[in-house]
């Protein structure tokens, strides 16, 4: 299932490739796509900084700690304009629409598409001279197959993608499958990733095919189980995916481990993250900064800040997922350095698979069939 081997995992598996999916449509779907994201946009903005430079920073909901926009700007005089996305698809489809009004100064797109908005020219080369705290990341994620050296990318955070189960009305140890999702007895309770990517990438490993597959007919068959499945779905949800099980809208389906760390810590303490027999879903968020960013060297500063070990073990303990940063985890709780649910062990990394880039064509085509999907439930 995996492309990764068990004895390259522990060093190899993250520089095969990759964090919380795809291209928002091809052209013609690009202002149906932005359309729909906007709605989950916001925006948040610091409080007033003692010069008037602003870097515009476009990230995923909830996935940065106010504390750290509030350091940075006590310390640097720059403001931190916030604004998040639920989707790649959103994210890649913005900033290629929007590139030339340069809105945006760093972004955090997952790995894969760092490769691909690189090969398109949205993105610039980073100047490792202003990235002093480069030196603290395992190098387990640094020089990758998608961008060697780090020419246009530094890592922030990764994660997976696994099974939730509230424990409190369903029996965990009953559910380590992904098929398990299609049980008829979860009518109406189970919740999908609103993510194109990892709904059909889990589909696929349900079948036996690579969560990365461009073969049309084997997509076509993971749509065609996933219709299978609607009857069981309450809602797609990406942007605060623990918030269903959390109100008690859904008790069972997909989440990411940091969000179940985080239903945990917020009191849903029945709420099990487990990583299901076929293999769970890898991804890592990068530092990102486009083509026409105005405010490079606030970019810069901000990144090189985030490497810091303890700006780093802040983020990560906030917000529940692995962090790169080496020199961090150093100087995280053993229980937090231990806990499988965010550093999970080489055995289940050895089963799980990392999102690639699959290309256009067959982006084309889950597109297709996720726009199918959604709208005839």
């Known amino acids: 299932m995996s492309h990764l081997s068990p004895a390259s995992v522990s060093t190899q598996a993250f520089i095969k490739m990759l964090p919380k999916a795809l291209l928002c449509a091809a052209i013609g779907t690009i202002g149906l796509s932005l359309a729909s994201c906007s709605k989950s946009e916001n925006t948040a903005t610091d409080s007033a900084?003692?010069?008037?430079?602003?870097?515009?920073?476009?990230?995923?909901?909830?996935?940065?700690?106010?504390?750290i926009l509030d350091s940075f700007t006590k310390e640097t005089g720059i403001a931190v304009n916030y604004t998040t996305f639920d989707s790649n698809e959103a994210m890649y489809a913005k900033l290629k629409l929007l590139d030339d009004s340069s809105q945006y100064d760093l972004a955090i797109p997952s790995t894969?598409?760092?490769?691909?908005?690189?090969?398109?020219?949205?993105?610039?080369?980073?100047?490792?001279?202003?990235?002093?705290?480069?030196?603290?990341?395992?190098?387990?994620?640094?020089?990758?197959?998608?961008?060697?050296?780090?020419?246009?990318?530094?890592?922030?955070?990764?994660?997976?993608?696994?099974?939730?189960?509230?424990?409190?009305?369903?029996?965990?140890?009953t559910v380590n499958s992904w098929n398990d999702l299609w049980r008829p007895e979860y009518k109406g309770q189970v919740m999908l990733m609103n993510d194109m990517r990892e709904v059909f990438g889990m589909a696929l490993l349900t079948l036996g095919y690579s969560g990365n597959s461009r073969n049309p007919e084997e997509i076509k068959a993971a749509y065609d189980k996933l219709t299978t499945l609607m009857p069981n779905v309450?809602?797609?949800?990406?942007?605060?995916?623990?918030?269903?099980?959390?109100?008690?809208?859904?008790?069972?389906?997909?989440?990411?481990?940091?969000?179940?760390?985080?239903?945990?810590?917020?009191?849903?303490?029945?709420?099990?993250?487990?990583?299901?027999?076929?293999?769970?879903?890898l991804w890592m968020d990068n530092f990102v900064i486009p083509k026409n960013a105005k405010q490079v060297d606030a970019a810069h500063k901000f990144i090189n800040y985030l490497l810091r070990p303890e700006n780093s073990k802040i983020v990560s303990e906030e917000i529940g997922y692995a962090s790169p940063n080496?020199?961090?985890?150093?100087?995280?709780?053993?229980?937090?350095?231990?806990?499988?649910?965010i550093y999970p062990s080489k055995a289940i990394l050895a089963k799980a698979e990392f999102q690639e880039d699959v290309g256009d064509d067959a982006l084309q085509i889950y597109q297709q069939y996720w726009d199918k999907l959604k709208t005839s439930r």
């Open 234 to 281: 309450k809602t797609f949800n990406s942007d605060a995916s623990r918030m269903p099980y959390m109100e008690g809208e859904t008790t069972i389906g997909m989440t990411w481990n940091g969000e179940a760390v985080i239903a945990n810590n917020e009191g849903l303490t029945s709420l099990v993250y487990k990583y299901p027999t076929e293999g769970a879903i």
């Open 326 to 341: 080496l020199a961090a985890r150093k100087l995280m709780p053993l229980e937090v350095q231990n806990n499988p649910t």
């Open 112 to 173: 894969y598409y760092v490769e691909k908005m690189a090969k398109e020219g949205l993105l610039q080369e980073l100047d490792k001279s202003k990235l002093s705290n480069f030196k603290n990341l395992d190098t387990s994620f640094t020089n990758t197959k998608v961008d060697p050296e780090n020419k246009y990318s530094i890592p922030y955070m990764w994660g997976s993608t696994g099974l939730a189960i509230n424990g409190d009305v369903i029996d965990p140890a």
């Open 49 to 67: 900084p003692t010069n008037k430079q602003t870097l515009n920073l476009y990230n995923w909901s909830e996935y940065m700690p106010q504390e």
